[in-house]
């Protein structure tokens, strides 16, 4: 069983930046894809940025691209997602999720933390 728990939420201005972290339980966190997510009032969740266990390999939703930035420390079973130049439409819940190697859905969820960007 793997526990998610992320960090780094709050109120920032546009054209801020935050440090999203989401530490993880386990000892295979490293072969683990590790993906951000958000969920916006009244919206479906949504894909933000994934990292693959090779570090090398990111995705990005084209919403974030450019201004997002994920990464992933192995030694700490963390990841973290930075984000530059917030919109007030990045304003959601942000949700870390981890997949299994074999597994094509997310298979683990932390609870969310609350990102606010004010116009």
């Known amino acids: 069983q793997v526990q998610l728990v992320e960090s780094g939420g709050g109120l920032v201005q546009a054209g801020g930046s935050l440090r999203l972290s989401c530490a993880a339980s386990?000892?295979?966190?490293?072969?683990?894809?590790m993906g951000w997510f958000r969920q916006a009032p009244g919206k479906e969740r949504e894909f933000v940025a994934a990292i693959a266990w090779i570090g090398s390999i990111t995705y990005y939703a084209d919403s974030v691209k450019g201004r997002f930035s994920i990464s992933r420390d192995n030694a700490k079973n963390t990841v973290y997602l930075q984000m530059n130049s917030l919109k007030p439409e990045d304003t959601a819940v942000y949700y870390c999720?981890?997949?299994?190697?074999?597994?094509?859905?997310?298979?683990?969820w932390g609870q969310g933390t609350q990102v606010t960007v004010s116009s």
């Open positions: 999720g981890g997949r299994t190697p074999r597994s094509s859905e997310y298979d683990y």
């Open positions: 386990g000892r295979t966190f490293s072969s683990y894809t």
